[in-house]
């Protein structure tokens, strides 16, 4: 599996945005909750390490991770 870098994840901001809403499941948003709460405290690598972790879909992990940047 490969890891986006927080560079890549920076350097596609726009392309993530303009996609469509994407469909998950009570347990994937628990996850992602969990990861928000990690990038916040901890940065983004940690919390992009624990996504995957989980399993959760790089497209996801990475749609998620740059509109909390976006929100604040």
Known sequence: MMV???TALK???HYF???APIS??????????IG????????TSCAIEYL???GVPNKITERV???ANQIR
């Not at 998950?24 to 909750?33: C, G, M, R, S």
């Open 17 to 19: 945005i303009e996609e």
């Open 65 to 67: 991770l740059l509109r």
């Open 24 to 33: 998950i499941d009570e347990l994937t948003q628990d996850y992602i909750n």
């Open 4 to 6: 986006p870098s927080t």
């Open 52 to 54: 995957q972790g989980k």
């Open 11 to 13: 350097a596609n901001r």
């Open 36 to 43: 928000l709460g990690l990038q916040q405290s901890y940065g």
